[in-house]
């Protein structure tokens, strides 16, 4: 055989195999072995499906997947709204010349760590914090109101997050969307409404759905906002793993738990890959 052509059939392995080393490395296999653990008996007895079972059998734990649920549900909604006028204002409405200056002060938050912007709000919607100060100072309430601590305060700390992730996947995905749909549409007698609802909306929508799963996914196995926020006051799923090797040894039950989890978000990805077509945005 040709020693070139079989030069060019390695190359791409070459290039390939790091990558595929990694992943066997850092997810396959961590992934087997906590399959593998939740497999086992917490005393080490044998193979066991009791650790599945628990989760259906304890109303306490289908709680808390009902209550991630939720607050990744609102947490993904409220984001999109927020995010896409903010999107069209950063891709119609600036300056070509000043949107990369735009869009850096915009994703500034991320320059902070992320337990700190957690912190920070906590600060923010404490008992002293700076609303119910503004709140007690202008009259509407004689006692300051409970805010930190509080499903409002996880669901405000995800957004102010997760906001600027959809504006940059909506923003990116604007300025790919051609002018000359909108002049087509207006041609043919469309106005700015009819445009955006038949045109840009549909248009941009893999970029949407490109945004709220990525939200969904890091907002439902997120553990620090809820245990900073929340304040243990509403028990979420990464809680009730981290609850399970923290207080109990339970790795066996925290390992079934953390596949239930798995198995939800990739339902989500087959319906938003099915309906939408994601993977091609």
């Given at each position: 055989m040709n020693p070139a052509t079989n030069s060019g059939r390695a190359l791409p392995w070459a290039l390939v195999t790091p990558a595929l080393g990694w992943t066997l490395l850092f997810f396959v296999l961590p992934f087997l072995a906590m399959g593998f653990s939740s497999l086992t008996a917490h005393d080490g007895s044998g193979f066991t499906l009791s650790n599945y079972s628990q989760f259906f059998a304890n109303p306490a734990y289908w709680q808390a997947m009902v209550n991630s649920l939720q607050v990744t549900a609102i947490v993904t909604l409220v984001s999109v709204l927020l995010a896409y006028p903010f999107a069209w204002i950063?891709?119609?409405?600036?300056?070509?010349?000043?949107?990369?200056?735009?869009?850096?002060?915009?994703?500034?938050?991320?320059?902070?760590?992320?337990?700190?912007?957690?912190?920070?709000?906590?600060?923010?919607?404490?008992q002293n914090g700076v609303i119910n100060r503004a709140l007690t100072g202008s009259g509407l309430f004689t006692e300051p109101v409970q805010l930190a601590n509080t499903r409002l305060a996880t669901i405000t700390g995800f957004v102010h997050f997760f906001v600027m992730l959809l504006t940059l996947t909506i923003f990116a995905n604007l300025k790919q969307l051609s002018p000359s749909y909108r002049k087509a549409a207006a041609d043919l007698?469309?106005?700015?409404?009819?445009?955006?609802?038949?045109?840009?909306?549909?248009?941009?929508?893999?970029?949407?759905?490109?945004?709220?799963?990525?939200?969904?996914?890091l907002c439902i196995?997120?553990?620090?906002?809820?245990?900073?926020?929340?304040?243990?006051?509403?028990?979420?799923?990464?809680?009730l793993v981290m609850m399970q090797i923290g207080r109990r040894g339970d790795f066996p039950l925290a390992s079934a738990l953390s596949i239930i989890l798995m198995a939800v978000v990739t339902v989500a990805y087959?319906?938003?890959?099915?309906?939408?077509?994601?993977?091609?945005?």
């Open positions: 950063l891709a119609e409405q600036v300056p070509e010349r000043w949107q990369r200056l735009a869009l850096m002060l915009a994703v500034l938050p991320f320059w902070t760590s992320y337990v700190v912007r957690s912190y920070s709000w906590l600060l923010v919607l404490a007698g469309a106005g700015p409404v009819r445009t955006f609802l038949h045109v840009v909306l549909p248009l941009t929508l893999p970029g949407i759905m490109v945004g709220a799963f990525l939200t969904f996914v196995g997120d553990y620090i906002t809820p245990q900073i926020l929340g304040g243990n006051n509403e028990l979420l799923m990464p809680q087959l319906a938003c890959a099915r309906r939408l077509k994601i993977e091609r945005a």
